[in-house]
């Protein structure tokens, strides 16, 4: 890991200047930017929609994290490097992205807005479900704590807590203002628009998930603790906050123990990693596969945004947990 570190920090450093000398050229002949609306750089798709949301026709937004692209290792080039330079603010999550913190400790300056600092994170412990007596060196447990040594310990996944991500709206229009002082009460309007949204998505959620049969989540991906803890749920996650996280096989046989403890009939996973791990605790107890999505981003070519695929998730959970 400290290799691996010491090497990005190296090419960053490298590619940055590279990618600075063509900024220049490329800022000198007028030509990559737009003097009526305020350039933002975000560092993956909710920072992306919930920047579109708030800064409307007044912001320019560059979303580093490509769609169908796994965004946790993400690896910038030249190119990237000098957006997150050039723009006039860098919507990011500290600790998510190792590649774009430390593109951003070079190059941010006064001009990020780390989204880890509107309200505290969850701690990663929870984000999956302890067993009496279970050993914490390994599987979930053991890959959360490697992980969260970029985090602070802390879970990164706090969008998929609609109220959370309204206060995220809140403050982002206030740094929006402070850089467009001019259009200031606009940015304070479409945050209040997305904030009558995300609440009406939040009631949705805790109306239809009140009364269920089963309030366990077995996940592939332990990235659900902000919406298990919002909406009372139980997240049993296979493997860690990071999807690649490959868990040990006493893991496996834990989790398909305690899934079949409390009757699971679906096991979760997500859209941008391999399925195989659900499918093979699915096929251990005779249950089904059903994608929950993180919204870590999106699929080429979707033409949903963050509001559809939680309702889409919604439904799945439903049908998923017997909720009536």
């Known amino acids: ?117 509107v309200q505290p994170l969850l701690n990663a412990a929870a984000g999956g479900h302890d067993h009496e007596g279970e050993e914490h060196t390994g599987g979930a447990a053991g890959a959360q704590e490697e992980h969260a040594e970029g985090t602070g310990g802390k879970d990164p996944h706090v969008w998929l807590d609609p109220s959370r991500l309204a206060t995220i709206g809140d403050r982002l229009a206030e740094r929006l203002g402070s850089v467009d002082p001019d259009r200031a009460a606009d940015y304070t309007a479409r945050a209040r628009a997305l904030r009558t949204d995300l609440e009406t998505l939040d009631s949705e959620y805790a109306q239809n998930l009140r009364t269920c049969q089963r309030r366990e989540l077995v996940t592939s991906h332990t990235a659900f603790a902000y919406l298990a803890q919002r909406y009372q749920l139980e997240q049993v996650g296979i493997s860690g906050l990071t999807p690649e996280d490959e868990p040990a096989p006493q893991r496996l046989a834990d989790v398909a123990a305690e899934a079949r403890e409390h009757g699971a009939t679906t096991i979760f996973f997500e859209t941008l990693v391999s399925p195989k791990v659900a499918e093979t605790i699915a096929r251990e107890i005779g249950a089904k596969t059903a994608v929950l999505d993180p919204i870590e981003g999106l699929q080429p070519g979707s033409t949903g945004d963050y509001l559809s695929v939680m309702r889409s998730n919604l439904q799945t959970l439903k049908t998923a947990l017997g909720c009536s």
């Open 1 to 117: 890991m400290l290799i691996r570190s010491a090497l990005r920090t190296v090419a960053v450093a490298a590619t940055g200047l590279l990618a600075l000398a063509g900024a220049a050229a490329c800022t000198a002949d007028g030509t990559g930017a737009d003097p009526d609306r305020v350039d933002v750089v975000a560092a993956f798709y909710p920072l992306q929609f919930v920047t579109e949301r708030v800064g409307g026709d007044a912001v320019r937004v560059t979303n580093l994290a490509k769609p169908g692209a796994e965004p946790h290792d993400l690896e910038l080039n030249p190119g990237q490097v000098g957006q997150v330079s050039d723009a006039e603010l860098v919507v990011y999550l500290a600790g998510f992205q190792p590649g774009v913190d430390e593109a951003v400790e070079q190059q941010g300056g006064d001009r990020a807005f780390d989204v880890a600092t």
